[in-house]
């Protein structure tokens, strides 16, 4: 995906709708077409544009609250570029981390299910 410059709108409410679903798209992980979603807001007349704006920032302040009660419930971190950090599984020394990753019988130990 390219990054563009942020595009000029007529208006502040196109503005603050661009501004808006970006965010959201970001914030899920979503790809954005930034030519279709600029096409989109300048399509709207400024009425449109803030009634719209107000329901996609309650969408958006919605979803962020859910992500972060996620994050604190999975003991994950988000990063202050939006990426989520996860802890590393511990693993004893010769354990590997993948789980049910044994080394299927062939290190010579007999099996417990023998």
Do not use: C
Not at 9 to 32: C, D, S, Y
Not at 82 to 108: F, R
């Amino acid at each position: 995906m390219n990054t563009r410059s942020q595009p000029e709108f007529q208006n502040q409410a196109q503005l603050e709708l661009w501004t808006v679903r970006r965010k959201h798209a970001m914030l899920a992980g979503i790809p954005i077409d930034e030519e279709y979603e600029e096409s989109y807001v300048t399509s709207l007349t400024s009425e449109e544009a803030s009634a719209k704006t107000a329901i996609a920032e309650k969408a958006y302040d919605t979803f962020a609250k859910k992500q972060a009660k996620k994050n604190t419930k999975t003991g994950k971190q988000t990063s202050p570029s939006g990426a989520v950090d996860t802890p590393e599984p511990e693993t004893e020394p010769g354990e590997s981390a993948a789980p049910g990753n044994d080394d299927n019988g062939l290190s010579g130990k007999p099996d417990d299910n023998d």
